[in-house]
């Protein structure tokens, strides 16, 4: 037992048997080994001795026994069967092993190794892999018997989720109607839809509202699918979904590049004239210059298409076109959706002419929210703040997005307001934004700076109870979670998380269970399912969960070090890493402040760090050294501003020195224009998080707007010192 721990357990009141968990990435495994260790699936509830502390490791905090979890109502279960007592351990590297198999498709290693991995606390997903790899060709008696023996668990409900799409595929609605009152989940779209479809089956009528889901769901989809697109086909053959949303699914589709997808929603309507997607995805402007009119009905859609395509490409030369030719040959709606899209795209540009596109809407009722959105961005860069109140005012759920318009909808009416009267329903909106007892991001923050309130850190809840901190220490699925991710299997770990917390019963746990699984989460130091899961709680804030400060010391010290604000540093590696030590992104940069190995080198040899291979950035002290000076080069070379240098590190220094020309802006209006979705809210959170840490660091009320500032073009001849930053 040199290199493993020791786990014993005690099964059925009397007979004993050994665990030994192999020491794989050690620190975390010896926290979380035992507790996730205690019960399989069937099994009454288990005692447990706690291992000891590895030298020089904190000691664990005593883990209760785990009960089994009860089954839901709904859920008809057979009485489960425990797992046979092993001889000998499992090993986590069984685990490991099954793993690898399942990424390799590899069936017969997988059922090789399954039988090894009986007792051992990740059974259920071994079990799980092995019969994924094969559901296609596993009989319905196969299935049936994991989701018995797993009943209760996130994996059974994960293939609950798989079964019901072959199901649906497969248009077995008998299979697929029989499993769907028990999928707990019911947050796969396809599913959904599938469900809608077996309804349709089974002789139910087809209703508006059916529809209306339908809809939601299908033009949520990024990818071609078979279900949404199946159940959209049905709705459309019982005249209760309309041509124009199938048409109006494949101008999205087109926009975002997805020929395929646009293709197969117009065949619904027009099979004839689908292939006519792939020479408008191919060349519009031939496609428009080829053509002299419309025709008919799906000509005037294909135009559509075209023009909206060509818009993607080149905004300008797209109104040309429009102006030139198609806008007498189209109706009001078809014109002004391609205007909206045409200023949408010359917005992403940053173009001055956006807000004159948008003006050529007749109708905003006839834009989409995201459209619209766009117009309300086009018109703040423009200084519109009627037409920006115009395009919130037209928005279906104008609340979606985060608080956005809803502020800037209330800043617009104040700006236009010529009397107290007035400013009562503008500042009321932005009372009701501010009072937002569960969340205080970007825009509530601008809320309270609006109305002159300061930013503090809100009172921390009631402490948790020993009962309620108990319960989640006991809940088998967070332990499953946690051992899971300590084991490296961090994808796993992470859906099993969010399942517990989020999915598991309609709306997810209560606030005082998110909390205590937080507390969980952040005593074994898994600091990004701490945040998690204190970010769900409606009714309160734990700001020690929400904004943790590990590596305190470290980034402290060296942030002081050159000059940079910590809560700075903090608000970005919250945001990059959630401080993952091992994070690694899709495109290569890795560690807490997920460092590119180009930049690395870079600003390796810009601060003369002699020897340095990108093979350190994964040491935590040399990627904090190297992610601070990036960052301070950054902000120095941006004159000090913290939303530039923060745009820089996430999209690259190129593109915020190029959205920085135009007006001088306030700097929450230029991040709103940022023109890429996943930086525009990096730098919001970022900026927001910092306010966050510095109120916690100092106890002393802090400005978003002040951090923020104002953004706009360099004064004539002043040196661009950013151009030297990769």
Known sequence: LAHGFLVELAHNGSMRF??????????????LCGAAALAQPGSPPQTYAPPAALPGAPAPAPLPVAPVLPLLPAQPVATPVAPPLATAAPSDSVILDMRDAFRRADKARLASLLPLARGHALEPWAAYWALKARLEEASPLEVQDFL?????????????????????????????????????????????????????????????????QVRRDWFAQRELDDGCLYAAGLLHQAGVLPYQELWKKARLALEANRASLARAAVALDAPDVAPEVAAIQQSPI????????????KGQELVML??????????DQAAQQLDSKWSVQLGAEERNWAWGVIGKWSALALSDQANGYFAKVTRDADLSDDLLAWKARAALRAGDWRSVQRAVDAMQDPAADDGAWIYWKARAQLALARSDADRAAPRTALERLAANPGSSGFYEKLAREELGQPLMSPPPPAPLTAEERDAARRHIGLNRALLAIALGLRGDGVREWNYWTNLHVPGGMGDRELLAAADFACARQVWDRCINASERTKSFMDFSQRFPTPHRDAVVRQSQAIGLDPAYVYGLIRQESRFVMDARSGVGASGLMQVMPATA??????????????????????????????????????????????????????RPRNWRNGPVLEGAIWAEN???????DYVKKVLSNTADYAGLFTGQPQSLKRRLGTVGPLAPGEPDMSRDLP
């Open 601 to 654: 080198r870079w600003t390796a040899r810009k601060i003369g760090l002699d020897g340095f291979v990108p093979s350190q950035i994964n040491d935590r002290d040399t990627n904090i050294l190297i992610g601070t000076n990036y960052l301070k080069l950054a902000l120095d070379d941006f004159q000090g501003s913290m939303p530039m240098a923060a745009a820089a590190y996430n999209a690259g220094p190129g």
């Open 18 to 31: 050994s665990i030994i968990l192999t020491p794989l990435q050690l620190g975390g495994v010896a926290l």
């Open 306 to 315: 075209a023009l909206i395509k060509l818009a993607t490409q080149n905004a």
């Open 286 to 297: 031939r496609f428009l210059t080829s053509r002299a009119a419309v025709g008919t009905r």
């Open 148 to 212: 018995t023996r797993y009943a209760g668990t996130y994996q059974e409900d994960r293939l609950r989720n798989d079964w019901l799409l072959l199901s649906g595929k497969r248009r077995d609605w008998a299979s697929f109607s029989a499993e769907y009152p028990r999928y707990r989940m019911r947050d796969d779209r396809e599913v959904r839809c599938y469900a809608v479809a077996a309804d349709i089956a089974a002789g139910k009528p087809a209703s508006k509202e059916v529809a209306a």
């Open 674 to 680: 940022i023109p890429f979705n996943e930086t525009r």
